[in-house]
């Protein structure tokens, strides 16, 4: 069993900063990749970020330049640094990784419970 625990969100002004963090936990043996999504009122969920296990990021182009996508293998962490933030920006942020379990050989995909980021204006 793998779980995946976020925190970090909360509630900014428009141009503050939060910083959010999913960790896993479980029988890991590696993990590929590391996701944001963010699904806000009313609209589907959305890739915000990538981290992969060979060191590539990338971002969905609303937030390159503002948000970081940053992981610590060793703990099985990853955070997404959120600067000058929008009101847009508000929606609940979803982490999702691709877990390789202790002797298994296929990669589990596992989503963290969301946290609400609210922007105001």
């Known amino acids: 069993q793998v779980q995946l625990v976020e925190s970090g969100g909360g509630l900014v002004q428009a141009g503050g900063s939060l910083r959010l963090s999913c960790a896993a936990s479980?029988?890991?043996?590696?993990?590929?990749?590391m996701d944001w999504y963010r699904q806000a009122p009313g609209k589907q969920r959305e890739l915000v970020a990538t981290s992969t296990s060979g060191g590539t990021t990338t971002y969905t182009d609303s937030v390159k330049g503002r948000f970081t996508i940053s992981r610590d293998n060793a703990k099985n962490t990853a955070y997404l640094q959120m600067n000058s933030l929008k009101p847009e920006d508000t929606a609940v942020y979803y982490c999702?990784?691709?877990?390789?379990?202790?002797?298994?050989?296929?990669?589990?995909?596992?989503w963290g419970q969301g946290t609400l980021v609210t922007v105001s204006s």
């Open positions: 479980g029988s890991i043996l590696s993990i590929n990749a």
């Open positions: 999702r990784f691709r877990v390789l379990r202790i002797r298994e050989v296929r990669y589990l995909e596992v």
